[in-house]
Each structure stands twice: as C-alpha cells, then as structure tokens.
C-alpha cells in the first residue's frame, strides 16, 4: 500500500510542472510579508529609509549624503560600492507613482521570484528532470534564511543572491550574451560579489571542463570577476571615500585591516583559518552555539549532500568565509539576511549532486528528504526559542502564519490619516518607524535629528535604537516648550508638529 503510494507520487511529480502554483503560492508570502511589515509600521530606520532614499535620490540622479546612514554626511555608495539602483531608475519612475515607498518591496520580491523561476528552468535543463525540478523549487522557498531575511526589509544582497540562479541557467543554457549581461549586474552591485563570482567560475570549470566554449566564458568570468575587485579596493573605493569615515566594511580585524592582508594571513596560517570557520573569535561565551547552529541547520535542510561532490562547495567556500570570519557574531548565524546566499545557491547545487548518482530512485529519495529536512528545520527555527541568539531578533517580521504579522502596534489608519497632511516636498523629522514611509524627498531625519525640518512626526513609545529612551524624552519635552512649534495632533501615542517662524531648535543631541 505504502510502495504503491510512492510510486504514484512519484509518477505524479515526475510528469507534471508545479512551477506556476509553487510561484503563485509562495509569491503571494514573499510579496505579502514585507507589504505587511512596511503597513504596520515595522520597516526599520537603519535599513528601509536608507534604502528608499537612496532609490528616490539616484532617480532624481543625485548621490547625496544619505540622513539614514549611522555614520553622518555619508552617501549610500561609499556605504556600499554599488550600482544597483542606477539599474532601478526606470523602475522608480514607472511604479513609485502607484506605489510610492512599498516600490522597492515589490522590486525585491520580484526579484526573488525570477531566481526560484531560474532555479527550477536550470535544474530541470541541467538534470532533464521534472522531479527535481519541482523539489529543486520548493526547497528554494522552504529554506529559513528565505524568511529571516525578511527582518531587514530590503537589502542589496537579498536581490542580487536571487540573481544568481539567472546567470548560471543563462550560462548553462549557452545564452552568454544574456549571461554577460547578469555578470556585469551583479558585479556591480557590491563589493563583495566580484569574489564570489570567481568562485562560482571556477566551480563552473570543473563542471564543464570537457567543454571549451563553456570554459572559456567561465575563465573570461573569473579574470573579469578578479580584475574588478581589484580595481574596487585598489580605486574606486579609495575614490569616493570620504577621507574621515574610510570604507568600514572590511570587517575582518581576526585575518587583516584589508582584503590583501587577510589572503596572506589565510594563505600563511590555514591550521589557524580552518578553526576559526568553528570557533567564536568573539571572546564572549554567550556566541559560542551561533556558528554550530548555522551548519546544523543548512546541513540537515541538504546540504549535507554536497558533501557527496565537493567540487559544488566551491560556489559556497567565499560566502562560509565572509560569514565565520566576520567580526560581528550575527553574521555567523542564520538570523537576518545573512544566510541568504546559501539560500540561493542550495537548492540548485543539491539537485545538481543528486543528478550525477547513478540509481535515480535513491537520488529522488534524498531530494525529498532534503525537502523534508529544510521544511522541518524552518518550522523549527522560526520558533523564538528555538533559535541560539535568544531575545535578540523576533519572528514578528517573517512568521506569516500568525495573527500578529497582519495587526499593528498602532491605530495605523490613524497615523496615516495624520502622515497625510506632510506635503510632498516638506523636509520632515519623525521617529524610527515612520521615516521609511517618508523617505521619497530631499529631506529626512531621524528624530531627535530636527535640522531644517519643517514637520515633525513621532510615536511616543517608538524605539529609540541607537539612543537611549531619555535622551529622546528629553528632546521631547523641549520641543513641547518652543513656542516655534505647533502642535497639528496629538494623543496617547502619536503627535505632529509644524515649524512655525525660525526656530533654533535643531537637535537636543550633541
């Protein structure tokens, strides 16, 4: 009974296509979760402002210092060597008339639904299998980094991961003039990725070894891939930097200051390097379980079957090493987007494993219990206790099947009704989860931040992150006592400000 079961299952998923109600049910989530987040007022400060201000100012072609940024007088390219949203300028202009700041949400959201669309057509080309098509798909979206990531609102990694699967079905496919033309995308879309093209180049030689045309694309790949990044950390980094706040992203002080002294350390202490891929260089015992979560975790949901042919961890080994090695402990984890890569990348390379063992039916077996696995692993972690970094991020941004995705903290309806009454063109203050809503103008603050603003906008119990609770009270209070300042609404939890005349008062922070 339980072997006819099987077959029949079998059968079914090895003869039928699930790719449009997979997109379709999985792209209402993707889509839907982030909507929802950036509605009720749960984007972030530190990510979404700056992310929507930095689209608005490239479309208006301007690379102006961004006010979101923690560091001040910083533009969002010298945070990240990034064109990405040079790429987006047509899409702010065609959509953000109708969707205003939820633009770059759905812009995200397409993009991770064109990689799961490119991850099944490249599995299904590469393998000739439907089956594993179909699970190759559902164990891109299954996978839990897919759902924590959602805890960043937008991020350039979580769109330029997704992309990919694009350039390696192109490649694969033998369209390289469309392969070129995703090389140079992602490329371009921050520093970091350079390195990890030239290491998805290489495992692509070792794929295609017997194959000269492919190799030579793949070599080309890698040396342009080298030759940028080079040409990133050597020129234009050091060219738009701004001499006071160098580029901070090099965060890797246990191998080296730059990328060139952490290759020789790597290259002179690789005892030393292959330990610290486990330990927590962190010095505090309370991150002693993050990295060992990380592996358990992607291990058991598959990727403990590329193990079975090493050469696909390649794609894997600068993404294992930027994570382990960083300085921040959240990084080595699995909170955030700071999986996302692997995320992309599993599904396709643990299908492309299980296409070259010999007997299909047990190779079939594993991808289901790959599937399985990451299914069960997900539904686990997204439990805030289950999780290693306990209190530290909650489940509230990315838990879709729970009451409290789709309802506020606030009277919502209220606080738009008020956001309402700011001209398009004000320059405004507001606190920490209102400012993404605002972001599409010249002009945005983070309250205490007062500047020129001519609105101030705030919920009375917002977090104050970086600040401390009374420094912000504090400014508060004085801004109740400047008589330049009217009052527009008020109640127990939000009020509104307009600047009357001149007032001095820019800021009670020093």
Not at 71 to 95: C, G, M, R, V
Not at 371 to 383: N, P
Not at 458 to 472: A, G, Q, S, W
Request: charged share 20%.
């Amino acid at each position: 009974m339980i072997g006819r079961l099987i077959t029949s299952l079998y059968n079914h998923l090895n003869e039928r296509s699930y790719l449009k109600p997979t997109l379709l049910i999985f792209g209402l989530i993707i889509l839907i979760v982030p909507i929802c987040n950036h509605y009720f007022f749960r984007t972030f400060h530190n990510d979404y402002t700056t992310y929507n201000f930095a689209f608005y100012d490239y479309a208006h072609f301007r690379v102006s210092v961004n006010p979101a940024m923690l560091a001040e007088n910083k533009t969002f390219l010298q945070d990240h060597l990034s064109f990405t949203f040079f790429f987006f300028i047509p899409l702010y202009w065609l959509l953000s008339w109708l969707f205003g700041t939820y633009t770059l949400l759905i812009i995200q959201s397409a993009f991770i639904l064109y990689g799961g669309w490119a991850s099944y057509k490249l599995i299904k080309y590469h393998t000739s299998s439907q089956i594993f098509a179909n699970m190759g798909l559902l164990l891109y979206f299954v996978l839990f980094g897919r759902y924590s990531s959602f805890i960043t609102d937008c991020n350039l990694m979580i769109i330029l991961s997704s992309i990919v699967p694009v350039f390696l079905y192109h490649f694969i496919k033998g369209d390289y003039k469309l392969a070129i033309f995703w090389f140079i995308f992602l490329i371009l879309g921050r520093e970091s990725i350079p390195l990890w093209m030239i290491f998805i180049s290489i495992m692509l030689m070792f794929m295609f070894r017997n194959d000269k045309v492919k190799m030579r694309y793949a070599v080309g790949f890698a040396l342009g891939s080298l030759i940028y990044f080079m040409v990133a950390f050597k020129f234009l980094i050091p060219a738009i930097e701004d001499p006071g706040r160098p580029f901070s992203l090099f965060n890797y002080a246990v191998l080296g200051s730059t990328p060139f002294e952490a290759l020789k350390y790597m290259i002179t202490h690789p005892i030393d390097c292959i330990g610290l891929l486990f330990k927590n260089h962190s010095g505090d015992p309370m991150f002693d379980g993050v990295k060992l979560e990380f592996y358990t975790t992607y291990l058991v949901s598959g990727g403990i079957l590329l193990l079975l042919r090493p050469k696909y961890l390649l794609a894997l080994i600068p993404i294992i090493f930027q994570k382990m090695y960083n300085d921040s402990y959240i990084r080595w984890g699995i909170e955030s987007y700071y999986s996302i890569e692997i995320v992309t990348l599993i599904p396709i390379l643990v299908f492309f494993v299980l296409s070259e063992i010999k007997y299909r039916k047990v190779s079939v077996v594993l991808g289901g219990l790959a599937c399985i696995g990451a299914l069960s692993m997900t539904l686990y972690k997204v439990e805030n206790e289950n999780r290693s970094l306990i209190g530290w991020y909650t489940n509230t941004k990315y838990k879709f099947y729970s009451s409290e995705m789709y309802r506020s903290k606030y009277d919502h309806k209220k606080i738009y009704r008020e956001l309402e009454r700011i001209p398009d063109d004000a320059k405004v203050s507001a606190s920490l989860h209102l400012t993404s809503h605002l972001a599409f103008r010249e002009n945005i603050y983070k309250f205490p931040k007062i500047a020129d603003a001519e609105y101030i906008a705030l919920i009375k119990n917002d977090d104050t992150y970086p600040l401390r609770v009374e420094t912000v009270t504090t400014c508060y209070e004085e801004l109740l006592l400047d008589e330049e300042w009217r009052v527009l609404f008020e109640d127990e939890e939000f009020i509104m400000f307009k600047r009357e005349h001149g007032s001095e008062l820019t800021s009670c922070v020093e």
